[in-house]
């Protein structure tokens, strides 16, 4: 039977005309070979308006596969030749047909389906890993494996591409795209991917220097790779992405006297190849100046650099002079942090760095406060390695060799120092409770004109002054009850007052007193400083304190007083020297003082209350530790009764004078450093601190008014955008107090 007879077929059912069973089921069956030749066989197609359950088993039989065709899948189709066509190119014209209808062919299970086009996606079994066969109109699922690219960058860009009824998914875990559509659509985007999934630079190439020094040449190199032809700045760094941004990257291995090149493309990468091979070329005598080097330092101090350089190349360095100078440049830090542990204080003169004891003039006394913070250094000389302080520099004068070595020694010291923001969180909450309760009676007993008379009563000073006292004020007339009034204790008060003659005396007073008190204070001084660098900040009033008289009085009628004042800081006071260990550790030695003035009355001068610690902690960056602090419960009474008559039920009650108090006190003092090591995260902080502080300053703008004609409170002017970059973790979550709530930094 050949293809022409199964075309007929297909028409015949179409017309409504179906072969006998017997007919078909006489055909024999058909070896491989025999099937391979019929698909070999061109057939002619001439369905017009045909049935397409019709065609569909017509096709089926063509291919000798089995179709089935889904319920919702009605209508006509018109598939026709007008030259006998391969069989591959008979089933595509009957799967675009199909299409144009909205309909589609899947394979499931080696079976076909005709099913409606928005159905295919979800019956498809047909699944293919990289660029698949090309199969036409039929609905496949396809995934492209990626290795450059990021499969959510081309979903934008294939989405468009894709017919609306089939689906394209990234998985950017193991960077594939899962895309089911037509086949034909398909390849088409496999062409597009693999045009898209390129590398954006080259590999990385290690290039090594024979002559020259890698940190002087990756500079240049770099500016020529970007295209600048402006002068270099000493000492300012060339930022790769510059002029050229993109065009390559060149970075500085100085253990190894290499460069570390990565460029766009080959070509770029050959260029820059090229412009290391004419650069590196030995020099007949020496440097620029013959053996003279000057190296600027990007980090580093000119002058501490060149004294440690100098003691680890001296001639005695051979194991055992470096490491000596080495140890003393250690000895001076650890007689820093012992310094660090032994000042500040209200009974040290040293607490401002050494200037507290100037203040015996009677000035602010604050050395600090005039002092420049750094002095003028002079230049370093000495040896072969001096320093230039004005531009901090290095001038070296040694031969190739020896500058080789130490100029590997410089870039590997000469690097950016992280820097450490620390917050100091003081908490202090404080509850007192108080009651009182006592009566107090006095009674003469006898007649006006009696010799004797007979008294009798009680007096106690539990609560506030006694009734005697507060009697003999009262006696004093008009002056005499405004006196006692006013030095009668809070709470309720009541008294009777009796006129003998023409005096007014106090005969009976009772008192009675609950009293609350709370407080709730939250300070949190912070500051940032350097690795291995002391900060100090104070806040709070400049005391004096005096600390000596004199008068000059003997000889003459002329009075001379003199009287020495030393000033002290009182408040809050924190000095901390950090140091970054390995893991991300932070060593800090610690010194917290928070101070305050209770108290001037005393001609000795005022009286302060003081809660310090001194310590040294390790802390993991971003993490809260607590220091130390204090968890105070006090509980005091007085009594004052008349034996025996106190003891009477309910009548004992005046006979008996009671106070009791009961004052808690907690005290905890809190510290999380976090490391700041690159602008970005400098950046974020300093943002966040900004713009908690604007918003503070627009919240607290006062209620306008047309009678004040002020009507408008500083606020911070708006930062200007910021890159993009990077943002942690907001810092002070937790710690800085809210709006509205109970603080007041001491």
Known sequence: MNYRVHALVGALACAGMVLPPPLLAQQPTRPASAAAARASTPVTLNFVNADIEAVTRAIGAILDRQFLVDPRVKGTITVYSDQPVPVTVAYQNYLAALRGLGFAVVESGGLLKVVPEADAKLQTGTVTIGQGQPRGDQVITQIFKLSHENPNNLVAILRPLISANNTINANPSNSTLVITDYADNLQRLGRIISALDQPANTDIEVVPLQHAVASDMAALVQRLADGGGGAAVPGVPVAPGGAGAGSGSVLADPRSNSLIVRAANPVKLAQIRSIIQRLDQPMKSGGPAGNIWVVYLKNADAVKLATVLRAAFSPNSGGGGGSSGLSNTGNAGTGALSGLQNTGGLSSSNSLG????????????????????????????????????????????????????????????????????????????????????????????????????????????????NILALTAATAGGVQGVAGAVGSIASGLNVGVIRKIGSTFTLGAVAHFLENNVGANLLSTPNLISLDNEEAKIVIGQNVPFVTGTYANTGGSSTVTPFQTIERQDVGLTLRIKSQIGEGGTIRMTIYQENSSVLSTSSTAGPTTDKSSIETSVVVDDGQIMVLGGLLKDEYTDGEDRIPGLSGLPVVGNLFRNEQRKRVKTNLMVFLRPVVIRDQATANSLTIDRYESIRALQQSGQPTPSVVIPVNEAPVLPALPPQPAAPVPAPLGQGVLPPEGAASAPR
């Open 354 to 465: 050494g200037g507290g004891s100037s203040g015996s003039s009677g000035g602010l006394g604050n050395s600090a406060a005039t002092a420049p913070l750094q002095a003028s250094q002079g230049p370093s000389t000495g040896g072969f390695i001096q320093a230039d302080p004005s531009t901090n520099s290095l001038i070296i004068t040694a031969p190739e060799p020896l500058y080789r070595q130490v100029r590997a020694a410089i870039d590997q010291l000469d690097s950016r120092r992280a820097q450490i923001y620390v917050e100091s969180m003081i908490v202090k909450v404080n509850a007192e409770k108080l009651g009182q309760f006592g009566v107090q009676w006095q009674h003469l007993f006898g007649n006006t004109g009696d010799s004797t008379l007979l008294g009798l009563g009680t007096n106690s000073s539990v609560g506030g002054n």
